[in-house]
């Protein structure tokens, strides 16, 4: 049986999927589904600080050890997910009162432990996720207050000691538009390849809702980010509507889909295209936002929904 993945490659593109581990360790569909559709893998939780480093010094890479090596055995290449964030960080992090110098030390182990142990097994990284307000400014963070402006390019000087081959990646949401969130990372990542850092791409996450309407210039934007000379990539791609699910959604949802794909092929450098959650079972959605769900191309049964379909025919039909 065919999945996505055969449909993705006379494209030079890597076709995606954040995994639940929880799922990918009980569901035997689940496991099906995966490996038959994918070609890459993105941790949607397993590689962060809290799951990574629960007491401090004590390492826990067990569940990502599992996906990994299930993608290694399914011929799927792993992003890594995330360094250096402000989210999902373990609670000896953010309630210890620690120096700022101390923090930095902290921040460049955590990124060399990670990094190391998964160097040669994961072909690229988030290193730095979600650095920016919605006005293009720097989010005022941990990191932020404690190493000042310059923690971003330290974090991928950091991370390319530790694995000079792996793939070094920016990612944020709300930069899908032109506008000031998406000019602020345009400014950013232009002075931080002036300044020699080794940044290679820029992930633009994707989380869409059939409420807000399309981005309808996705593609010039993530184009201008490919003229810097940066790789590009749909990260965290899925498209939430407000519940119940009608079939007149379902097909907003799918063309939604299908515009982010036919943007991702029409830029060259546009290397990878990743769904969060590929079954409305398993998705972030639901909890985070009140009545809103069916954002994924399965739904619960992991039937195909059209926005599969659309993701298919734009994959086969161009
Ligand atoms: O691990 C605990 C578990 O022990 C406990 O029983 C359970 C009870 O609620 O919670 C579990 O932790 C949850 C974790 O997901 C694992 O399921 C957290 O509460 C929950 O907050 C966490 O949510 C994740 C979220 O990031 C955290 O910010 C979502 O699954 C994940 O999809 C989401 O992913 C982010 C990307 O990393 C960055 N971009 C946005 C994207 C969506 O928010």
């Not at 090596?69 to 997910?81: E, I, K, L, P, T």
């Not at 769900?293 to 039937?303: H, K, L, P, R, V």
Request: proline share 4%; with cysteine.
């Amino acid at each position: 049986q065919f999945g996505l993945r055969d449909y993705a490659v006379r494209h030079v593109l890597r076709i995606g999927t954040a995994v639940d581990v929880n799922a990918l360790q009980n569901e035997e569909q689940y496991r099906q589904v995966l490996a038959r559709e994918f070609n890459s893998v993105t941790p949607e939780n397993v590689m962060k600080w809290d799951t990574i480093e629960p007491v401090r010094g004590q390492l826990n890479f067990e569940p990502a050890d599992q996906l990994v090596d299930f993608a290694r055995r399914h011929g799927q290449m792993v992003r890594g997910h995330t360094l250096v964030w402000h989210s999902q960080l373990p609670s000896w992090l953010t309630n210890g009162n620690f120096t700022n110098q101390e923090l930095e030390e902290i921040l460049r182990q955590h990124i060399y432990d990670v990094v190391r142990h998964f160097k040669g097994k994961v072909y690229s990284w988030d290193v730095v996720n979600e650095p920016l307000n919605e006005d293009g400014t720097l989010r005022d963070t941990i990191w932020l207050r404690a190493l000042g402006p310059d923690y971003i390019a330290k974090a991928f000087r950091w991370a390319h000691e530790a694995d000079p081959h792996a793939k070094l990646y920016i990612n944020d949401y709300n930069i899908e538009w032109i506008g000031p969130k998406s000019n602020g990372m345009y400014e950013l990542v232009k002075s931080l390849k002036e300044a020699g850092v080794p940044i290679d791409g820029v992930g633009f996450q994707g989380h869409l809702g059939i409420q807000y309407g399309f981005p309808g210039d996705i593609q010039q934007n993530m184009q201008r980010f490919a003229d810097l000379g940066l790789d590009v990539a749909l990260s965290e791609v899925d498209v939430r509507m407000i519940l119940p699910v009608t079939q007149e959604k379902l097909t907003t949802q799918a063309e939604y889909y299908r515009r982010l794909m036919d943007a991702c092929l029409n830029v060259r450098r546009c290397v990878s295209f990743t769904v969060w959650g590929f079954t409305d079972a398993h998705s972030w959605v639901p909890g985070f936002f009140q009545g809103q769900g069916a954002a994924t191309i399965f739904d619960e049964n992991y039937q195909p929904k059209p926005a599969y379909f659309a993701l298919k025919d734009e994959l086969t039909e161009r």
